[in-house]
C-alpha cells in the first residue's frame, strides 16, 4: 500500500513538471501572429504602443 503512494505522487510530479516544461518551450519558441489594431487615436479602439507588424 506504502508503495503505491509513493508511485501515485511520483507520476503526480512527473506530470506536473512535464506539462511546465511544456508551457516553458511553448512559451520560448512561439511568435504571436499579427492582430488587427486602431494605429491612429480615435475611434475608442486600443492602439499599440509599438506594433511589430
Same mark, same amino acid.
Given at each position: 500500500?506504502?508503495?503505491?503512494?509513493?508511485? %501515485?505522487?511520483?507520476? !503526480? $510530479?512527473?506530470?506536473?513538471? &512535464?506539462?511546465?516544461? *511544456? %508551457?516553458?518551450?511553448? !512559451? $520560448?519558441?512561439?511568435?504571436? &501572429?499579427?492582430?488587427? *489594431?486602431?494605429?491612429?487615436?480615435?475611434?475608442?479602439?486600443?492602439? &499599440?504602443?509599438?506594433?511589430?507588424?
Amino acid at each position: 500500500m506504502r508503495m503505491r503512494i509513493w508511485i %501515485l505522487i511520483s507520476g !503526480a $510530479l512527473l506530470v506536473f513538471a &512535464a506539462a511546465n516544461i *511544456h %508551457l516553458l518551450y511553448v !512559451a $520560448l519558441t512561439s511568435q504571436p &501572429a499579427c492582430v488587427p *489594431h486602431v494605429k491612429e487615436t480615435g475611434d475608442g479602439g486600443y492602439i &499599440a504602443a509599438k506594433s511589430a507588424c
